[in-house]
């Protein structure tokens, strides 16, 4: 079975400062994974993805996110906050065994609050 | 980056009746396309996978006869939540997978639909 978490519902960061968004997954197989991003009442906008090769992955908007199979990790992480990068942040996992119909797990979310 | 198409964003319905919600790529083609619900705060919940030329595929929970799925086309599909009550109201996202890209693809998300049932 296929999961993701994320362990923190709510992350504050000052402006400037380094953000980071935790994610930890579980999937029998090797996985695909995924950051989008929520702003209100809006749909998930596509951040970035790792599918094979190096475990730093960069983005859209200047996010990265590192894959660490060992500790079954992809964390979100920027070197310099926005406030406008204030968003619900989804993770999500698909186990690439699967045939491309096969869904996307989705973490429950973290609300990234950056004051200025 | 693919663009997906949703309409209505926003429709005020009352309770009964019924209302369909349209998901467009415009610029791919999906052989697979997803419908979410989500609550205020929460998650996305899957409701079914929608695949072109065949049955929806829904979650466990979701009532098939209650949210219609049709994937008539490549680049089309529709949710009709019939006989719609006060508790469906909610905000329905659709996606879509370049079917090009398969498996690695990430999915293109449609901007949602708010859905009041008075």
């Known amino acids: 079975a296929q999961s993701v978490a994320q362990p923190e519902d709510q992350v504050n960061v000052a402006e400037g400062n380094p953000l980071t968004v935790k994610c930890t997954y579980s999937v029998s197989g090797n996985p695909y994974l995924f950051w989008y991003v929520q702003y209100p009442n809006r749909g998930l906008q596509f951040l970035l993805k790792y599918i094979t090769g190096d475990n730093l992955v960069k983005g859209s908007y200047g996010f990265e996110a590192e894959f660490n199979k060992s500790q079954t990790s992809f964390h979100l992480k920027k070197p310099s906050a926005l406030v406008s990068d204030s968003a619900l942040y989804f993770c999500a996992v698909r186990d690439r065994r699967y045939s491309s119909a096969s869904k996307i797990i989705f973490g429950s979310g973290t609300r990234l609050s950056i004051r200025p | 980056g693919a663009v997906v198409s949703q309409h209505p964003s926003w429709v005020i319905c009352k309770s009964g009746t019924s209302v369909k919600i349209e998901c467009r790529s415009l610029?791919?083609?999906?052989?697979?396309m997803f419908w979410y619900r989500q609550f205020p705060k929460q998650s996305l919940m899957l409701m079914a996978t929608?695949?072109?030329?065949?049955?929806?595929?829904?979650e466990q929970g979701v009532e098939k006869d209650k949210f219609l799925i049709n994937h008539a086309s490549l680049t089309l599909s529709t949710l009709t939540v019939t006989s719609a009550h006060p508790e469906d109201s909610s905000f329905y996202i659709c996606s879509a997978r370049d079917r090009v890209a398969g498996g690695a693809g990430e999915l293109f998300f449609g901007e949602g639909s708010r859905l009041t049932v008075l």
């Open positions: 610029d791919f083609q999906a052989t697979t």
């Open positions: 929608s695949n072109e030329g065949s049955k929806a595929t829904y």
